[in-house]
């Protein structure tokens, strides 16, 4: 199974569970994040407030309900420690997003709803798609789910390895 993705925005999604990454650090101050932040004001006060009360863990979900669209969710994936502009550095945990797919993938089971992601990981945190999106394909085996790409954009292809 490969994820097609579906031209569009990911804030379109009305019913279900929309996953986003997140750092760490307590900012949603850019790409995907700021546009939850701006959208969903509540996603963004929920994961300043798990970060001010106890800090974040890579791995962790910050669940948010959406009280003006009740079925949807948002899921706070926190799937890399700190963040940057730095091209050089890979900023996406891949372990923690294989294990913050892996409890989404349980829920969306368990409750039957379809689950809303980005290429989460593959734009400002440097990951490979090629590593994310088999880990994404085998968490949410069985569950519908719409991978979400803004118009016009190339899906992202494995990275060279730099010469030495």
Not at 57 to 84: F, M
Not at 125 to 141: F, M, Q, R, Y
């Amino acid at each position: 199974m490969a994820l097609t993705p579906r031209e569009g925005s990911l804030l379109d999604a009305r019913e279900g569970l929309i996953v986003h990454g997140c750092n760490a650090q307590g900012v949603m101050g850019s790409g995907v994040a700021a546009a939850i932040r701006e959208a969903y004001p509540q996603a963004y006060a929920d994961y300043r407030r798990a970060f001010e009360e106890k800090g974040l863990k890579v791995g962790q979900i910050v669940w948010t309900t959406v009280s003006h669209a009740p079925k949807l969710a948002i899921a706070n994936a926190i799937t890399q420690e700190y963040y940057g502009r730095d091209k050089g550095r890979v900023y996406v945990d891949y372990d923690a997003l294989r294990r913050v797919f892996g409890r989404i993938g349980e829920v969306a089971r368990q409750h039957a709803i379809p689950v809303h992601f980005p290429m989460i990981g593959a734009g400002l945190a440097n990951g490979d798609w090629a590593v994310i999106a088999p880990i994404i394909e085998t968490a949410l085996a069985g569950v519908d789910h719409t991978f979400w790409i803004p118009p016009g954009t190339p899906l992202p292809t494995a990275r060279r390895p730099r010469p030495r």
